[in-house]
């Protein structure tokens, strides 16, 4: 709805109660950084988001196992605040890395891999390096075909930018 100071409130009363009722690193902690930092992100205060995803992913580093998929959402967000950030090379390199772990935990045709070759497609197009895009984009279109209904907005969008990057080349 628009109305990040509420939500904002209410997260960070949230984040207060799990840290009296559980220890320092405990994974259930996450979810409030990660909703704080996904706030700051929506309103565009980025240093903001970076300091509470970032936080998110101490956390996780510590409490779950080295290729656990909310490392991956942790490397992805820490990434998407970079590239709106225009800091490309850094989101290119967490992007990369949410993609490791997802290649290992995920099966092959999972959604979540396409939204990570999509982000990755993203980067390398911002950056100019068109047939990276390209070659990024028809992963995630690929995997999206077979994984979601054929009217999904998803498929849509990388069709667009398939469209777009080609325009560029």
Known sequence: MGEYSKALSSYERALEIRKIALPPNHPDLTASYNNIGSVYYNMGEYSKAL???????????IALPPNHPDLAASYNNIGSVYYNMGEYSKALSLFERSLEIKNIALPPNHPDLAHSYNGIGAVYGNMGEYSKALSYYETAQDIWKKSLPSNHPHIALVKRNIENVKKKM
Do not use: D, P, V
């Open 51 to 61: 300091s509470s995803h970032e936080r998110s992913l101490e956390i996780r580093k």
